[in-house]
């Protein structure tokens, strides 16, 4: 597919690397060659230096022959003009823009019908409504839904003398007292798709799949906390903070938001409810901290704009034995540095808003068994995919057991209508079934049938 | 420095040149010609045997690939592929001396068409093909054609930006559409259309399909090996002129044509470089007519013989029909700075190109207006848009590289005690890939005269213009192989 990226900042860089990996023809627009420059080098793409809402240097992209047109500069104007623009240079193109201003937000889907936008993200509330996830649902790392809320990965941290350490897994259901399946491992960096000889060590990263009532028996039988956090610290009044502290104050969560900048203290305190406690000062003095209660709230989320000062605030924050600790990542590329550190779990609003686009994108490039919903795991080292069988998928009907499938990939779960089960080498899959293939990064599967032989 | 990574594609290229050097083996059959055939045979038998080893020895490389790994693969994958060309020319006895069969090779590869022969003719058909087709694989370049073929996976990173930039001259290369592979597609096929219609041309003009095959060859790549003695003086006037308007054409920048294809005749029509390419042509046929009038029968003759001349040498091709080398002096140095000038940007010719010069001349200006106005803030516009300073800085970089490699040859050249004329001569040809010269290495001569020494002098000069300077200089930085264990662990 044709596509344009118009704003070559992390984001745009991020999307730049995914799509070229699969294939697509890209052109990219900013106004600084030198970023220009430094992508072309590391990638096959073209480079056009200029205001991508002029429709001079659109036409010079190439604007009629495009398919999609993704605005995710800086200025969330800009963005809303250039997919305009193009719009009105070539009607059929698709276009996604990023808009992150909160007083947009309300606005968000006349905005989008008004300006004929096929998708808008919006990476910092994607961000707020993943770290309230792992709020609301605390004990594991990181939590996905699949097939509408069904059916979830969650990853979780084998502690030490817990109950799995040193458990086959074809003994795992006998332990959990219930199905759930042990889609992938991360062991020290390194991510393997397991099979049941495969035995489980204290410190690796395990990522289960399992129906919603099935994980919530499995955290209890396993002694993982499910309690509700009632006082959470919320570390940089971003816009993050922001959405974070509206959505938990909604919820009946006392929410503590630390930010250094006076001004923007004021904003925040016009724009959020009275409940909010917004503290104007400096979150990285540990008299602050403590003055705040670190040690007696239940989550602690370090969202400043430096990722070093994140980090080392969740550091922190472990050592005061805060139960949960959630580090916002913006700049560093997700790496083992994270894995190296105890820095609870790791969000990334760049990730979450190129998986998103990325999503888009396949569903748009084959909109004939092309996957639904693609959820990266374990750093993107191995990616979860959803597919809906139809009429061209091959061994429908077929059980598990006799079909061939790739190296590294693993049925992890089939939906039939509204039950949802992980599957057995009996199962079997019919026409209009949602099936969840888990797979190491990297493999392009485009089509369901990519999976088979 | 990934070895493994630049052993995989020089493996690669050695396995094309195997595929390319077949039809000369078939020709050869064709003929009869024993040592020809002996000469391919063992040439392809080495070269397949080298290739594979190579592939099996790197087969497992990782693809960590950057701008240095780029300048070293294209500088390598060049001498590589002449040495393993040159082999015909020596296990077959044709060429007796290898500096010889290696000059030849270079000439052919580079699109210079210098010839150390002093009887073509005397080479077998099979030969004669093989030195016309480099010329014509040389012209649009090696590592371009192999990046049309590549699976995508690996012509889809960046690196594949430096082989382009290292390949195709010109200040200022760019991707015709967003994919590598596609780019390169695009401009082969271009090629490809215009040396057929080039040989369709040949051909209504009653020229022999063999000898139109091989001067189509050398017309597309602006190389100029001829298969006759007297290069094409000996063809009618009609073949010489449509050789006169395909050079002109090949010296033009292949991104035109693909804009034609796009059907935007108004870009083409306003291209600065190529506007100043017409008026250079135009002007200098029209200068050298005035000047040599009376030196042949008609006007007609007079105006062939000049456009001809001219076009031979502003696209670097070096074919002749007549010897200019009796004109007047005048003409002469004309023709000499015309060498310098070469023609397009992105075409298969080579020299200073014209898109080079109109930098220069662009900066110059300004920077005479500023010494008027000291404060004064100005940019450099090309087709209205502004080159960048880093543009211009390369530019001019290049400029001091280019006239500092050309003063030194000459030098080292001089130690043959030939004439003033016939050494400057020789490496502004060879430099600039052009051909014959003037006094000993005229259109009727050939550099046989020159030492081993001086024909390696000539080699590099030959790489190093067709590559463009750097690709080859970089080869004898101590700093590229210096940190090689260095930046493999980053």
Not at chain 1, 92 to 111: C, D, L, S, V, W
Not at chain 1, 213 to 231: C, H, P, S
Not at chain 2, 34 to 62: D, H, Q
Request: aromatic residues 8%; neutral net charge.
């Amino acid at each position: 597919m044709k596509i344009i990226i118009a704003g070559d900042g992390k984001v745009g860089l991020t999307l730049t690397q995914k799509l070229a990996a699969e294939g697509h023809d890209l052109t990219l627009i900013d106004s600084k060659q030198s970023v220009l420059d430094s992508s072309t080098e590391r990638y096959d793409v073209m480079g056009i230096q200029g205001n991508c809402a002029s429709m001079e240097v659109l036409n010079r992209a190439k604007v009629k022959n495009a398919d999609l047109l993704i605005a995710v500069t800086s200025t969330d104007e800009i963005n809303l003009l250039c997919c305009m623009t193009a719009h009105g240079l070539h009607p059929e193109i698709n276009t996604i823009a990023r808009i992150r201003n909160p007083e947009y937000g309300k606005q968000i889907f006349t905005m989008r019908e008004v300006y004929s936008l096929s998708l808008i993200v919006n990476p910092e509330k994607q961000a707020a409504r993943e770290i309230e996830r792992l709020i609301k649902f605390p004990g594991f790392l990181q939590r996905d839904t699949f097939a509408k809320s069904r059916v979830e990965i969650v990853e979780l941290r084998l502690e030490k003398g817990g109950r799995l350490c040193d458990v086959r897994l074809m003994d795992l259901e006998r332990v959990v007292k219930c199905k759930v399946l042990v889609c992938a491992v991360s062991r020290s960096g390194s991510v393997s798709i397991p099979d049941g000889n495969f035995i489980l060590r204290e410190g690796d990263h395990v990522f289960f799949t399992a129906t919603s009532e099935n994980l919530t028996f499995m955290l209890q039988n396993l002694g993982v906390i499910t309690r509700r956090a009632k006082r959470v610290m919320i570390c940089g009044g971003g816009r993050i903070g922001y959405y974070l502290a509206e959505r938990l104050a909604r919820d009946k969560v006392q929410v503590q938001l630390i930010e250094q900048n006076g001004d923007r203290c004021e904003e925040l305190a016009e724009e959020l409810p009275e409940e909010v406690c917004v503290i104007h000062g400096d979150a990285s003095s540990q008299f602050l901290l403590e003055s705040e209660g670190i040690d007696e709230c239940d989550a602690l989320v370090t969202m400043t704009g430096m990722d070093e000062m994140n980090m080392i605030l969740s550091l922190y924050g472990k050592n005061c034995k805060v139960p949960q600790v959630i580090t916002k990542v913006g700049h560093l590329e997700k790496s083992s540095i994270h894995d190296s550190l105890d820095l609870g779990s790791v969000v990334c609003p760049k990730e979450l808003c190129c998986n998103e686009i990325v999503r888009y994108v396949r569903a748009m490039q084959n909109t004939q068994g092309a996957a639904v919903t693609l959820h990266n795991i374990a750093d993107g080292q191995v990616e979860a995919l959803e597919f809906v069988a139809d009429d061209q998928t091959r061994h429908l009907g077929m059980p598990l057991r006799d079909i061939r499938l790739k190296k590294n990939i693993l049925i992890a779960c089939i939906t039939h209508g509204s039950d949802t089960r992980i599957p057995t080498g009996d199962s079997f899959y019919r026409r209009g079934d949602s099936v969840i293939i888990v797979a190491r990064g990297g493999m392009k599967l485009l089509t369901f049938n990519d999976i088979f032989e | 420095m990934n070895y493994k990574m630049m052993g995989k594609f020089l493996s690669q290229i050695l396995m094309m040149e195997v595929i390319f050097m077949l039809p000369a083996l078939f020709i050869s059959i064709f003929d009869g010609e024993e040592p020809a055939i002996m000469g391919f045979v063992t040439a392809i038998a080495v070269t397949s045997l080298v290739s594979l080893l190579l592939y099996f020895v790197c087969r497992k490389s990782e693809n960590r690939f950057y701008a240095r790994e780029g300048f070293v693969c294209v500088g390598v994958s060049w001498i590589a592929i002449s040495l393993f060309g040159c082999l015909p020319f020596l296990l077959s006895g044709e060429i007796e001396k290898p500096v010889d069969a290696l000059f030849e090779m270079v000439s052919g590869f580079t699109t210079t068409g210098a010839s150390i022969l002093t009887d073509v003719e005397a080479l077998s058909r099979g030969m004669l093909y093989w030195r016309s087709f480099s010329h014509w694989l040389g012209g649009m370049g090696v590592l371009v054609f192999l990046l049309a073929l590549a699976p995508n996976r690996e012509a889809g990173s960046g690196f594949t930006m430096h082989l382009l930039r290292a390949e195709s001259p010109g200040p200022n290369v760019g991707k015709l559409v967003p994919k590598m592979r596609t780019t390169a597609r695009i401009l082969y096929l271009i090629y490809i259309f215009l040396t057929l219609l080039d040989f369709v041309f040949l051909l209504c003009g009653g020229m022999p399909v063999f000898d139109a095959v091989c001067t189509a060859f050398g017309t597309a790549g602006t190389g100029g090996f001829g298969i006759k003695n007297d290069s094409i003086a000996g063809y009618s006037p009609y073949i010489q002129n449509v050789c006169t308007v395909f050079m002109l054409l090949f010296g033009m920048n292949f991104s035109c044509y693909y804009l034609l294809l796009l059907k935007q005749v108004k870009a083409v029509w306003k291209d600065e470089e190529l506007r100043l390419y017409a008026v250079i042509v135009l002007g200098s046929i029209l200068l050298i007519v005035w000047n040599i009038h009376g030196y042949y029968g008609t006007l007609g003759e007079t105006v062939r013989h000049a456009a001809f001349q001219v076009a031979s040498v502003v696209t670097t091709t070096g074919f002749a029909t007549t010897d200019f080398d009796l004109w007047p002096n005048f003409s002469k140095i004309l023709l000499l700075m015309l060498m310098f000038v070469g023609a397009c940007a992105g075409s298969t010719a080579g020299g200073l190109k014209v898109g080079r010069v109109l930098l220069l001349f662009k900066n110059l200006k300004r920077n005479i207006r500023r010494l008027l106005n000291p404060r004064r803030v100005e940019v450099v516009r090309v087709n209205g848009a502004k080159t960048s300073e880093e543009v211009l800085r390369n530019t001019n970089t290049y400029l001091a590289a280019y006239v500092l490699i050309m003063m030194i040859s000459v030098l080292l050249v001089s130690v043959d005690e030939l004439s003033i004329p016939t050494n400057i001569s020789a490496v502004i040809s060879c430099f600039n890939n052009i051909g014959p010269g003037v006094d000993m290495v005229g259109p009727t001569a050939n550099y046989s005269v020159f030492s081993g020494f001086s024909k390696m002098v000539l080699i590099f000069d030959m790489l190093a213009g067709r590559l463009e300077i750097f690709p080859i200089l970089i080869l004898f930085s101590r700093s590229t192989w210096r940190n090689a264990k260095f930046s493999r662990k980053i």
